[in-house]
């Protein structure tokens, strides 16, 4: 697998280590939203960004050894270099709710792919760009179809949750994967 560099520019390059193993490791570079300039001297969290797409974290399954950043765009191109978020569109990592993410079933062991091989009690990390790390455990795994989406709306309350979402080996229908901080 390859080893990741997540940071906030927007040239961010990918490398192999020595064991192939795959982290993440912020870089320096450019952030955007730190404007307090005008009457408004509340500060704005930075943007910052995986390729040239916008992130909002990172995941990470120890199980399956993945780890990427968490994009704010879905966009056929942006699911090409990571996972993104599907709902809610103005997504808070690790506060109270439930955020879909979604990902591609690649053959060659990317994104998602491996998801089929996780049980109820496995963990996933979720880690929001102010540096907090979250662990979720699995409470729940179906496989439905396409055009079941009750999942992605669900109200959760005061929980803190995630759902995973990709389809399955055949295309046919969608993976999900609920989660949530215990």
Known sequence: ??????????????SENE????????????????????????????????KEYPMVGYIKIPKTGIEYPILLDVSPGA???AVGVMYPSNPQLNE????????????DGKFFANNKNLVIGDKIQITDLSGRT???????????????????????????????STCTDDGKDR???LARVQ
């Open 134 to 164: 979250l662990t979720y455990t699995i409470y729940e795994i179906s496989t439905i179809p396409e055009t079941d989406t009750e999942y992605i709306t669900r109200q959760r309350g005061d929980n803190i949750e995630i759902s995973l």
């Open 1 to 14: 697998m390859k080893n990741l560099q997540v940071g906030n520019n927007q040239n961010n390059e990918t």
């Open 19 to 50: 064991e192939g193993a795959q982290e993440i490791q912020p870089i320096e570079g450019n952030e955007t939203g730190n404007n307090t300039s005008g009457s408004d001297t509340t500060p704005r969290p930075a943007t910052r960004f995986y």
């Open 96 to 107: 109270p709710g439930n955020v879909v993410i979604i990902g591609h079933n690649y053959r």
């Open 79 to 81: 699911l090409e270099v």
């Open 175 to 177: 993976l999900v994967i």
